[in-house]
């Protein structure tokens, strides 16, 4: 089973940007798509970003269209999240996840804190 671990979270000031990186053991292809997942303190994970096998992107929410940018390097099996003028609401555990016809693989999560 492919396997996936995060990585770029960190703190980070109102205003600034991150990239997050979300390495597969295997070929992201293996996925029907891969996305970036948030869980905020006392909220229930909620869709950030995700991208299609065929490269179609779509976006969980309308407080990061705009400034999140979900990405990927097939050679590097890589998918990344730019983000872009973080808010403090935007402070959560980030999780990349996949998906294929068989099954549902999560990463550990990486902890993005937004403040001044």
């Known amino acids: 089973q492919v396997q996936l671990v995060e990585s770029g979270g960190g703190l980070v000031q109102p205003g600034g940007s991150l990239r997050l990186s979300c390495a597969a053991s295997?070929?992201?292809?293996?996925?029907?798509?891969m996305a970036w997942y948030r869980q905020a303190p006392g909220k229930k994970r909620g869709l950030v970003a995700l991208?299609?096998?065929?490269?179609?992107?779509?976006y969980g929410a309308d407080s990061v269209k705009g400034r999140f940018l979900i990405s990927r390097d097939a050679a590097k099996n890589t998918v990344y999240l730019q983000m872009n003028n973080l808010k403090p609401d935007d402070t959560a555990v980030y999780y990349c996840?996949?998906?294929?016809?068989?099954?549902?693989?999560w990463g550990q999560g990486t902890l993005v804190t937004v403040s001044s």
């Open positions: 295997g070929s992201i292809f293996s996925f029907n798509a």
């Open positions: 991208v299609t096998s065929a490269g179609d992107t779509n």
């Open positions: 996840n996949g998906v294929s016809p068989v099954s549902e693989v």
